[in-house]
């Protein structure tokens, strides 16, 4: 899957944040792992390049199942998000379900989830692990929706690891893999470069959303304002001559 690419902002009236986004790369696609040489007792190196490759394909899977909707999608809603932060359990309970409904079901826009845990939000990360664990096997937006559904239940309340373990139970996943990808941190990767990109594009919040790469919509905003832009974004597309 391409990178996507988040251009510098053009038009009047523009947010004020959207010049923070203008260089913001989320790199979908994963970076290869490097390898450390064979040392005595290693497993032989054939056999360290197909864990390689099965790793680098269980976070391909995974970074495949955060994107909602058609690839050919004329507008990409990028989500840069906590589990943990309740505006964005507020985005998810509200807009969110519009959102779905009106334009990424029908073939209007698509959703890419990125995941930004704030420091103070400790269980965070293991709910993005949980996240990323399941969309490895095509589970990601069932897990989702269940952890914002229930964010008020496991939300300072210590090591959620079983709690989520549950979730993925009840969503039919392989017990064996899953739990293999939270323990060896296998999404860790994933993560990391989640909130490096967020990070260098000068988001301090959640959530903020990133409209192919022009517009910027920030909190917890209702479904009015994000219909408006996608709708603009949708004539602006229409009206433009084709080559």
């Not at 290693?42 to 970074?63: F, H, N």
């Not at 058609?70 to 589990?83: G, K, L, M, R």
């Not at 959640?206 to 009015?224: D, H, K, M, S």
């Amino acid at each position: 899957m391409s990178p996507i690419h988040i251009r510098p902002v053009r038009g009047r009236g523009a947010p004020r944040r959207a010049a923070l986004a203008a260089g913001f790369l989320l790199a979908l696609s994963v970076p290869a792992c490097a390898q450390s040489p064979a040392k005595q007792g290693e497993a032989p190196a054939g056999a360290a390049a197909t864990a390689a490759v099965s790793l680098d394909s269980l976070q391909a899977r995974a970074s495949r199942a955060r994107v909602k909707g058609s690839e050919q999608a004329p507008v990409t809603i990028v989500e840069v998000s906590d589990f943990q932060c309740p505006y964005c359990r507020q985005f998810t309970e509200e807009a969110y379900k519009q959102i779905d409904s009106a334009y990424i079901r029908t073939g209007k826009a698509k959703m890419v989830f990125i995941s930004y845990p704030i420091p103070q939000h400790t269980e965070a990360w293991p709910a993005t692990e949980a996240a990323y664990c399941a969309g490895a096997q095509d589970k990601f937006w069932p897990m989702h929706d269940r952890l914002f559904a229930t964010q008020r239940e496991w939300s300072g309340q210590g090591n959620p690891t079983e709690r989520f373990a549950r979730f993925a139970e009840e969503l039919q996943l392989d017990m064996a893999a899953y739990r293999k990808c939270v323990d060896e941190d296998q999404v860790a990767p994933m993560i990391v470069n989640d909130v490096m990109q967020a990070s260098s594009a000068g988001i301090s919040g959640t959530p903020t959303f990133i409209l192919n790469g022009q517009r910027v919509v920030g909190g917890a905003a209702p479904f009015e304002e994000f219909r408006k832009n996608i709708e603009e974004l949708l004539a602006g597309q229409a009206g433009t001559p084709q080559p």
